[in-house]
């Protein structure tokens, strides 16, 4: 937890990227639990929650679009609008 809590420290001097476009960044253990990610799930909205559910304990977040399209993956407390790209998103 220090470690993440350094980082997100870190992350606030310098952009950080959307995780999903940068994936040689994302820890193992989110990663892992990423791939199980059932594309042919009958709900999956459903499916997103259950991700979302896994990887926040671990200390990470997304929002997804509603043609649950996930976007935005980066550490807790670590805003959508700090994001490279999506600075602007609230204007």
């Avoid at 059932?38 to 259950?50: G, I, K, P, Q, V």
């Avoid at 979302?52 to 959508?80: H, K, Q, S």
Wanted: one cysteine or more.
């Amino acid at each position: 937890m220090v470690l993440l809590s350094l980082y997100c420290l870190i992350i606030k001097t310098y952009k950080m990227k959307d995780l999903f476009e940068t994936p040689e960044l994302i820890p193992n253990e989110v990663q892992a639990v990423l791939e199980t990610f059932d594309e042919n799930c009958a709900n999956t909205y459903h499916e997103l929650d259950r991700i979302l559910n896994l990887i926040e304990p671990m200390g990470y977040t997304f929002d997804y679009y509603l043609d649950a399209e996930p976007y935005g993956l980066r550490p807790i407390g670590v805003e959508l609008v700090e994001l490279e790209g999506w600075e602007n998103i609230n204007d």
